[in-house]
């Protein structure tokens, strides 16, 4: 590992640290010390590459949002159709609920803090716009707007329930606001 400001990684390990420590103890329990300690570098290494730690939170959920919108284009860009894009968003549903716990986790805490903070909020709704920009590719802009929530309830009931509920209910919900 190269050491001093001439590590090209190590900015990319403080992001990467942060988002595991957000999905260990949350949000609350993050602070440069603890980045540090996780991304192993030194101390100085956050000050000199971030503002602060709200600069670092949104650069690591900025990343994170990056990542759920490249599973999202991943099932989409494959559709050709609005039966396919039908199945697709199916498809997503259940690949976001049945994926890493760590994806919900990072979701919940950024909707969180999103809910209590306008600059989170400004993030949330860039990546929603996004999601609903892939949607849109293959439904009117009504229709995307329906189905991304759609997507995200049904992500969250799936991941949360004992007994999540079978693809054929997703697939029946997605035909539901698709066929209007």
């Known amino acids: ?3 001093g400001h001439t590590d090209p990684q190590r900015r990319e390990r403080i992001l990467a640290a942060t988002l595991d420590l957000i999905v260990d103890d949350g949000v609350a329990g993050v602070s440069h010390r603890k980045i540090a300690t996780r991304a192993d570098v030194p101390l ?6 971030f503002t602060g730690i709200d600069d670092v939170l949104r650069q690591a959920f900025t990343r994170f949002a990056d990542h759920i919108v490249a599973v999202f284009e991943e099932h989409l860009s494959r559709a050709r159709g609005p039966e396919q894009a039908g199945e697709a968003v ?3 549903v259940h690949a976001l609920s ?7 986790i990072l979701s919940q805490e950024l909707y969180t803090l999103a809910a209590r903070h306008p600059e989170y909020r400004e993030l949330t709704q860039q990546w929603m716009q996004r999601s609903r920009h892939l949607l849109e590719q293959h439904f009117d802009a ?3 707007r329906q189905l991304d929530a ?5 992500t969250l009931h799936r991941a949360l329930d004992a007994s999540p509920h079978h693809r054929e209910l ?3 919900a997605v ?6």
């Open 1 to 3: 590992m190269a050491t």
């Open 44 to 49: 100085g290494s956050m000050t000199y590459h």
């Open 90 to 92: 199916t498809d997503l």
């Open 98 to 104: 049945d994926g890493p716990r760590r994806d919900l």
């Open 142 to 144: 009504d229709t995307a």
């Open 150 to 154: 759609l997507i995200e309830g049904l």
């Open 170 to 172: 997703t697939r029946q």
């Open 175 to 180: 035909a539901r606001i698709t066929a209007a």
